[in-house]
């Protein structure tokens, strides 16, 4: 496999595409298995983080499936059926406000999203939620930021609904919220507080439990806004629309 250095600023993107390619040409044959992150990782130049997270994007799109404990393998779809975020994408660089308008977006999907994926949940992807966890307990012990881990963890929780669009949507809200949150200095304490609604979250899906699953969701989503309109307050810029927490909490909960 010829694969070259990553150099690009996202990294992941590249990644996902040399590896959409590697699919596409017919290199691999369907059910066969891919290398494992750690040497994807060296064959790319990259940290196992960025190899992660276009694998989980290509899951979404169908092309792999991953098996914790065998590896990864090709299903040979091509992955042209679907969902596609880009027209999402380009209506949040329309958008007035590109922080707060894609937070109640979240808002509004992402406690449902935790709801179905209680409920469909698999052993497989529940060790995956649990080896992000053990990352980010990692890298906030080194006082890191865990932007990349957050969003693996979320698209995750969308790809064990079983429905692609859930992963779809939530890739493309996460990509512009993580643009927004890189103009502005890690917190500490801010990834500390999301770890641990994460360990909550992964607890309620683990006991299949609909209601926790979508109220620790929300919390957890609530507090990213509030942490955001501080954000934007604190560089005097206003927020523009209705900020994500007038939702009414518990809103049109079955």
Do not use: C, W
Not at 48 to 56: D, G, H, Y
Not at 189 to 196: A, D, F, I, L
Request: no cysteine; net charge positive.
């Amino acid at each position: 496999m010829g694969f070259k250095k990553v150099k690009r600023a996202r990294i992941y993107e590249e990644v996902l595409a040399q590896l959409k390619d590697y699919l596409l040409k017919g290199d691999i044959s369907p059910g066969s298995k891919l290398p494992s992150e750690r040497e994807l990782a060296l064959m790319f130049g990259v940290n196992r983080v960025s190899v992660r997270e276009a694998l989980t994007i290509l899951e979404a799109n169908g092309m792999i499936t991953r098996k914790v404990g065998e590896g990864t393998f090709h299903t040979g779809h091509t992955g042209a059926s679907a969902y596609t975020a880009s027209s999402i994408i380009d209506l949040i660089k329309k958008s007035k406000n590109i922080i707060i308008e894609p937070l109640q977006v979240r808002l509004a999907l992402e406690p449902k999203i935790a709801r179905l994926a209680a409920t469909h949940i698999n052993k497989n992807q529940l060790e995956s939620l649990n080896n992000i966890l053990k990352q980010q307990k990692e890298l906030l012990a080194k006082k890191g930021d865990i932007i990349n881990l957050d969003k693996q963890f979320h698209m995750e929780v969308a790809l064990a609904t079983g429905n692609s669009i859930f992963a779809g949507l939530v890739e493309a809200l996460h990509n512009s919220f993580m643009e927004s949150r890189r103009e502005s200095p890690p917190s500490p304490e801010r990834g500390k507080s999301g770890y641990m609604l994460h360990k909550k979250l992964y607890t309620a899906l683990k006991n299949h439990d609909m209601d926790e699953a979508e109220e620790v969701m929300q919390d957890h989503i609530i507090q990213v806004e509030q942490a955001a309109i501080k954000h934007l307050k604190s560089i005097n810029q206003a927020p523009g629309v209705l900020p994500a927490r007038a939702i009414t909490k518990n809103q049109g909960k079955p």
